[in-house]
């Protein structure tokens, strides 16, 4: 069974670099004002939100398409300085260590099996890590940072990129190979910073569909996994640190909360029944027949809601692994034999059935599942042929999410979706609190991304929303901005310094922008 998974038709991306020209010259500045702040020195900290990340890689156009960059523009109105930034080598985004390439080029849409859809665009990446760059940089964001790696020594020595110990995106614009994040931020002296940190704190976790830890009461950042959640306490007193030191020299920052993850076109694109009679064809009747036995054994041991039944008139959901629930394959191999299966038989479906059930509306399939969805698992057909099944009955058991459930990193259940609620809220409160207390200006990401997901926000010429691809707000990774969405979010930092300082400072053209790639091929 091919895959199926369909990405909704493009059109319209606008696939060019937008680098609009300013309404006023810099030489307008009379008609605007710093109001309390001081924006000579901007220092944006971050992660890669802040460097520029888009379409699943680093690249230069992104880069300049960064919301600090946009912004550090526009403060030129108001008495802001030079804002440099530590550009890639090119636009094909992957970058190499010792010339073995480590991360890989920017996604591009292309067409398979005749659909649209997101693909790692070829050439050999030139950004080569080794090469490190002399700054300062008034860009400190740095792609795969938690919160509690913005203050770790050494995070940018090259010695500890193989064993996942340092950044390889910090490597090349760190100071020193002991240097921290935050002290090669502080060393500047920024009048002025930005703050947007804690995403990958649980974001991580998600787009792996928790496969991770929630580390929910142990204070030992050391002890994490990469895909884990972080604990709240930790941010928050890491949080504290990071702000602490950035205001010894900054007159005024502001600091930028974290979106519900799930909320991004990585969860919401791929429906939770994507699985029509149409695409299931004649499979469809021998499917339910196929599973008919096992639904008694189900509804004999009281769990008749993990029967699998696929829909004749609409839509079914795929089948998933859901570790929450009870594995009970030891006693479905009982019923399942009492009730005349041989015993090998009845071993291998309730080993493979156990701890299973059909996805609904609560979970969300991550965007990568659309490419494993109907095909042919050919490590779980290499056991099951190992077992002795002949390959024709084999490859019937090993259809990714018709026969073969998903496995854990393909789809968010609703206990890991509320680790990652309750998570994200934590940090927030944090966020907020400090803010406050601090007289820092906030922006309130969270509520705004709310927005662009539920229904989308207008702007002068058009309307941003989630929509994967077409939307306007995110890249094709499903995560990360687009120049549009990042001149969205630079046009809410000004309101903030509004707000909170009383900055007068000309808005950015969000239509000058563009919605899809920040590049064309």
């Not at 230069?60 to 919301?67: A, I």
């Not at 970058?95 to 991360?103: E, K, R, V």
């Not at 400190?140 to 995106?169: E, I, T």
Request: glycine share 10%; with cysteine; proline share 5%.
């Amino acid at each position: 069974m091919k895959n199926y998974i369909k990405f909704v038709a493009i059109a319209a991306l606008g696939l060019v670099a937008c680098e609009p020209e300013f309404d006023k010259s810099v030489e307008d500045g009379d008609f605007y004002s710093s109001g309390e702040a001081n924006f000579a020195k901007y220092v944006a900290v971050g992660n890669s939100l802040t460097a520029g990340y888009a379409d699943g890689a680093l690249y230069r156009q992104g880069q300049k398409n960064s919301f600090p960059n946009l912004l550090a523009q526009q403060l030129e109105f108001v008495g802001g300085g030079d804002f440099n930034q530590p550009l890639t080598n090119d636009n094909l985004g992957g970058i190499t260590l010792n010339g073995q390439t480590i991360a890989s080029n920017r996604l591009t849409l292309s067409l398979v099996n005749g659909n649209p859809s997101p693909t790692p665009i070829e050439g050999q990446p030139t950004t080569e890590i080794t090469n490190t760059l002399t700054g300062p940089f008034n860009n400190m964001g740095v792609p795969g940072a938690k919160s509690f790696h913005l203050l770790a020594n050494g995070y940018g020595n090259l010695a500890g990129v193989s064993a996942g110990q340092a950044n390889p995106y910090f490597v090349r614009f760190r100071s020193s190979e002991n240097a921290s994040v935050i002290e090669d931020a502080v060393a500047q002296n920024p009048t002025f910073f930005s703050l947007w940190i804690g995403n990958n704190d649980v974001l991580s976790y998600a787009t792996s569909g928790g496969v991770g830890e929630n580390q929910l009461g142990n204070l030992d950042p050391t002890t994490y996994g990469s895909n884990d959640i972080t604990d709240p306490n930790v941010f928050a007193s890491v949080y504290a640190q990071e702000v602490e030191a950035l205001m010894a020299s900054a007159s005024a920052g502001v600091l930028l909360n974290i979106p519900n993850v799930t909320d991004t076109p990585f969860f919401t694109t791929v429906p939770f029944a994507p699985l029509t009679p149409a695409l299931l064809g004649d499979q469809l009747p021998v499917l339910n027949a196929t599973f008919a036995q096992l639904n008694q054994a189900f509804a004999f041991l009281g769990v008749p809601e993990r029967a699998i039944q696929f829909n004749s008139d609409g839509p079914s959901g795929v089948l998933v692994h859901d570790e929450s629930i009870p594995n009970i394959s030891t006693q479905l191999a009982q019923v399942l034999q009492a009730g005349g299966l041989d015993a090998a038989t009845a071993n291998l479906y309730a080993q493979q059935f156990g701890q299973v059930r059909q996805s609904n509306e609560n979970d969300l399939l991550v965007l990568t599942s659309s490419a494993v969805i109907g095909s042919l698992n050919e490590s779980h057909l290499s056991v099951l042929m190992g077992l002795g099944l002949p390959r024709e009955a084999a490859a019937q058991l090993a259809v990714n999410g018709v026969t073969y459930p998903l496995q854990d990193q393909y789809v968010l259940i609703p206990t890991e979706q509320e680790d990652i609620a309750n998570a994200t809220a934590a940090f927030n409160a944090t966020i907020a609190g400090i803010a406050s207390s601090k007289g820092l200006a906030l922006v309130d990401v969270n509520a705004i991304l709310n927005e662009v997901a539920d229904g989308g926000v207008s702007f002068d010429g058009g309307l941003i929303t989630s929509t994967f691809a077409t939307g306007g707000a995110f890249s094709l990774d499903g995560v990360h901005l687009t120049p549009r969405g990042n001149a969205f979010i630079a046009n809410q930092i000004i309101l903030s310094l509004k707000e909170t300082y009383g900055s007068d400072i000309p808005m950015l053209n969000v239509g000058d922008y563009s919605g899809g790639p920040a590049i064309g091929e």
